[in-house]
């Protein structure tokens, strides 16, 4: 195999190349974004959707020492929320996710994994004060978020995208946490 040095990475010789293959684009970009985000060991971190990217993204908080939320469509997920980790679970067939955020004192961030503009939208009220909603999957609607939402308490809305390959399976392999 040619490949370019810069996107190569190495693996090591505690993770098996083929089950570790998910860390190197879902586990960078939901590490990525928890990492780089505003939220710091001990906060309220809610993740949006438990599919690909959020079972990742919530492992992933939970080892970063975020009190972790997972917010989901379906009650037949909250089982798998908990066994991955999280401190608690939102059913938005049943429950008003944004209220319930609040409720709880604000989210610090909400790592939207589930690509819903209209569930993203509504998830602003659920951030607290200077938090950040951070969208890591794509959807081709149009967000609909009044301004007065993010000016009141300096909520910002934004996305992320990438993350370094070498930082998502180096923090795997210190917490000696294999998501598989």
């Known amino acids: 195999m040619i490949a370019r040095r810069e996107v190569?990475?190495?693996?090591?010789?505690?993770?098996?190349?083929?089950?570790?293959?998910?860390l190197?684009?879902?586990?960078?970009?939901?590490?990525?974004?928890?990492?780089?985000?505003?939220?710091?060991?001990g906060d309220?971190?809610?993740?949006?959707?438990?599919?690909g990217l959020g079972h990742l993204a919530v492992q992933y908080a939970v080892?970063?020492?975020?009190?972790?939320?997972?917010?989901?469509?379906?009650?037949?997920?909250?089982?798998?929320a908990y066994q991955l980790g999280a401190h608690g679970y939102i059913d938005t067939n049943t429950t008003d996710a944004a209220k319930e955020l609040s409720r709880m004192g604000g989210a610090r961030v909400i790592l939207c994994t589930a690509p819903n503009a209209d569930a993203i939208s509504g998830l602003v009220n659920g951030l607290g004060?200077?938090?950040?909603?951070?969208?890591?999957?794509g959807t081709g609607d149009t967000l609909h978020i009044p301004s007065y939402l993010l000016l009141g308490g300096g909520r910002s809305v934004g996305g992320w995208v990438g993350g370094s390959v070498e930082e998502a399976l180096n923090f795997?392999?210190?917490?000696?946490?294999?998501?598989w």
Request: proline share 3%; glycine share 10%; charged share 20%.
């Open 8 to 22: 190569l990475a190495s693996i090591a010789d505690e993770l098996d190349s083929v089950e570790s293959a998910p």
């Open 24 to 41: 190197v684009c879902a586990g960078r970009t939901t590490f990525g974004a928890l990492k780089n985000s505003s939220a710091r060991g």
């Open 44 to 51: 309220f971190v809610a993740i949006h959707g438990l599919g």
């Open 63 to 80: 080892k970063l020492g975020f009190k972790t939320i997972v917010i989901s469509h379906s009650q037949e997920k909250e089982a798998l």
């Open 129 to 137: 004060r200077n938090g950040q909603i951070i969208i890591v999957t």
């Open 172 to 179: 795997s392999c210190s917490q000696k946490w294999f998501p």
